[in-house]
């Protein structure tokens, strides 16, 4: 059964460095989604992308964030300049069309530790 | 600003008996909701959903319930077993908030055999 994977399973980084978080989406989907989950708190929202550019995006996905898919298979969420507060879980998701129904199929996650 | 709230952080069922998961919204323009599992080391999984036209879903042995007027659903698990042992995340979205769902804190489900 094809799923979304996710690479590194646990990132740890120094406060100020830049970090590439990596997806590879389910080959057919078109819809891609990043949460994060800080640790004890709910999952939250940060951006979906669709067709090469950014569709959605929430409060928290700042000028520190960007996404990326640079070939036909990789998404990538990148910051820029890590902060303490930017530890958590970032899953990635992705889905086959953007009608509400759809479902958003989710990574492992990738655990983040900013230090 | 926590539009999905899920009050409890855990619950035990003996196994064969019924788990009852319950979700809170806030935002009276969510006309979606979806229940995920989520098991360690693994992304969540959706469960099962429901829209606002709807006050009931079933698929198997998960019903979920919508009740509108309250604001609340909650999720059926009947009989439990000790594989549904994970943490439910209930999550709603909205017509303006496009694909953007917004997630309960989460309950950990304990089946006990």
């Known amino acids: 059964e094809p799923e979304v994977t996710q690479t590194p399973s ?6 100020g460095q830049e970090v590439i978080l990596r997806c590879v989406p389910i080959s057919n989907h078109l819809y891609f989604y990043w949460y994060r989950q800080i640790l004890g708190q709910k999952v939250e929202f940060l951006v979906s992308f ?3 550019e950014i569709s959605e995006k929430s409060e928290i996905f700042d000028d520190q964030f960007s996404v990326e898919r640079p070939d036909g298979s990789n998404f990538t969420l990148k ?4 902060k303490l507060e930017d ?10 069309t953007s009608k ?3 479902e958003q199929f989710f990574g492992p996650g990738t655990r983040l530790t900013v230090l | 600003d926590q539009q999905v709230k899920q009050n409890s952080p855990s619950l035990s069922v003996q196994e064969g008996r019924i788990s009852i998961l319950n979700c809170d919204y806030t935002n009276s323009m969510f006309d979606y909701f979806l229940w ?9 999984t959706f469960l099962i959903s429901i829209s606002s036209i709807k006050d009931k879903n079933e698929d198997g042995r998960f019903t979920v319930f919508l009740n509108k007027s309250a604001k609340h659903l909650s999720l059926h698990i009947v009989p439990s077993q000790p ?6 995340f209930c999550a709603a979205s909205a017509q303006n908030t496009g694909n953007q769902f917004y997630f309960g804190t989460g309950t950990s489900l304990t089946v006990i055999p």
Request: glycine share 8%.
């Open chain 1, 87 to 96: 530890s958590a879980m970032y899953f990635c998701a992705s889905g086959i």
């Open chain 1, 50 to 52: 669709y067709n090469n």
């Open chain 1, 79 to 82: 910051i820029r300049s890590t």
């Open chain 1, 100 to 102: 509400r129904l759809n």
């Open chain 2, 83 to 88: 594989g549904d042992s994970a943490v439910y």
């Open chain 2, 36 to 44: 995920y599992k989520k098991y360690p080391a693994e992304g969540p």
């Open chain 1, 10 to 15: 646990h990132q740890v980084t120094q406060m």
